[in-house]
């Protein structure tokens, strides 16, 4: 029986030199937009490099999902007033928050993104508060042809997580080993280790991740210690396009 799948493999970050990860992968997840988003020209430059068909998914910048008691905030530049980061995350639907979202998609055009994915924090709790934002916020911005995920944190209810996907157009990033795909449509995986960052992934395993991915299209990306090796493993069993 033939395998059918539309699948593009790649890590979360660029695990190598750029032009070396070019050469290896059709996708990455570009991890320093959560932090602070880079320059334009480099950006460009990533585009310009990648090979045609290359699949680029940006995390989205940590002023529209966390809040100031992140510590990851500390990363910030400097020039941002507290009171403006007091009105930062949670997909707040204020000026501060719409512009870094303005922001990031701007990179997206320059990069001809495919993805966004937004990443919640463990406070991110399942409240109607929460939902209710998020629902506003979706609602409000210009997506464009960007697909765009979500990563809820622990704790939510899969009937709730698949009814904020299916109301605000999300893809529901998961790793399959850990649980159910609660969207329809492209899939997300974010492979985050099934005993940690450490784990390196058997070949019954990955033989496993291939059948959650027949008949599927989306992405892969590995995030764990051994993850150049295992996505480079897992892209390998995949059929060639």
């Keep these: 029986?033939?395998?059918?799948?539309?699948?593009?493999?790649?890590?979360?970050?660029?695990?190598?030199?750029?032009e070396a990860y070019f050469e290896k992968f059709r996708a990455v997840e570009i991890q320093q937009t959560f932090y602070r988003l880079p320059r334009p020209g480099t950006v460009a430059k990533w585009r310009e490099q990648g090979p045609d068909g290359f699949v680029f998914s940006l995390k989205a910048w940590q002023l529209i999902t966390h809040d100031l008691s992140c510590p990851s905030f500390r990363f910030l530049d400097e020039?941002?007033?507290?009171?403006?980061?007091?009105r930062c995350g949670g997909f707040?639907?204020?000026?501060?928050?719409?512009?870094?979202?303005?922001?990031?998609?701007g990179l997206a055009g320059v990069l001809h993104a495919g993805y966004i994915l937004?990443?919640?924090?463990?406070?991110?709790?399942?409240?109607?508060?929460?939902?209710?934002?998020?629902?506003?916020?979706?609602?409000?911005?210009?997506?464009?042809?960007?697909?765009l995920a979500w990563a809820p944190p622990?704790?939510?209810?899969?009937?709730?997580?698949?009814?904020?996907?299916?109301?605000?157009?999300?893809?529901?990033?998961?790793?399959?080993?850990?649980?159910?795909?609660?969207?329809?449509?492209?899939?997300y995986f974010r492979l985050q280790g099934i005993t940690g960052y450490r784990h390196r992934y058997s070949d019954a395993e990955l033989?496993?991740?291939?059948?959650?991915?027949?008949?599927?299209?989306?992405?892969?990306?590995?995030?764990?210690?051994?993850?150049q090796e295992d996505a480079r493993r897992f892209a390998l069993l995949l059929p060639k396009r």
């Excluded at 406070?123 to 997506?143: C, K, L, N, Q, Y």
Aim: glycine share 8%; proline share 6%; hydrophobic share 40%.
């Design 207 to 227: 033989m496993q991740l291939r059948r959650f991915c027949r008949r599927k299209s989306g992405v892969v990306f590995f995030n764990t210690i051994h993850m």
């Design 118 to 147: 937004f990443q919640s924090p463990p406070s991110f709790e399942p409240t109607a508060e929460h939902v209710h934002r998020m629902e506003g916020f979706f609602r409000t911005i210009d997506r464009g042809r960007l697909r």
């Design 154 to 187: 622990e704790g939510w209810p899969h009937k709730l997580i698949s009814d904020v996907c299916r109301t605000s157009r999300l893809i529901h990033c998961t790793d399959p080993f850990a649980g159910p795909v609660l969207s329809r449509g492209p899939v």
């Design 92 to 105: 707040r639907a204020t000026e501060e928050v719409l512009d870094a979202w303005q922001a990031l998609r």
């Design 79 to 86: 020039g941002y007033l507290p009171q403006a980061l007091a």
């Design 1 to 18: 029986m033939c395998f059918r799948t539309d699948i593009k493999v790649g890590c979360c970050g660029f695990a190598c030199a750029v």
